[in-house]
């Protein structure tokens, strides 16, 4: 749970470290917003540091957690409701996930 949790924190870092300069960039919002996009991401960079494992295997793993949290930022954020064939990807991402990261060691 502990991974899960620290993964998820990541992600949203990462998403709002981009999701600012975006909203900049793509909608005339003001350009201060690049501060809190930098922090965030300084944020993203250090979370990944927190795991445990090498880092290789938490970034191939991060990504199926991140793939989650996109989607449900597209529906909580932009208003979009995934479609079935989202959550079946999100699904699949999450399986994959665990298997690189909950995998036996030896």
Same mark, same amino acid.
């Given at each position: 749970? /502990? ?9 949203? =870092?990462? @998403? %709002?470290?981009? +999701?600012?300069? +975006?909203?900049?960039?793509?909608? !005339? /919002?003001?350009? *201060?917003?690049? @501060? ?9 960079? *250090? ?9 290789? /295997?938490? +970034? =191939?793993? +991060?990504?199926?957690?991140?793939? !989650? %949290?996109?989607?449900? *930022?597209? *529906?909580?954020?932009?208003?979009? /409701? ?8 999100? %699904? %699949? ?5 665990? @298997? ?7």
């Amino acid at each position: 749970m /502990r991974t899960f949790l620290l993964f998820l924190a990541t992600a949203l =870092a990462e @998403i %709002v470290g981009c +999701y600012l300069p +975006y909203l900049w960039l793509k909608q !005339g /919002r003001p350009i *201060w917003l690049l @501060i809190p996009a930098a922090l965030s991401l300084a944020l993203f960079a *250090w979370l990944l540091t927190l795991h445990e494992t090498a880092a290789g /295997r938490v +970034y =191939a793993a +991060y990504g199926g957690v991140y793939i !989650g %949290v996109a989607l449900l *930022w597209l *529906w909580t954020v932009d208003g979009i /409701r995934p479609t079935a064939w989202d959550a079946a990807g999100v %699904v %699949v991402a999450l399986i994959g996930m665990s @298997i690189i990261m909950f995998q036996p060691r030896t």
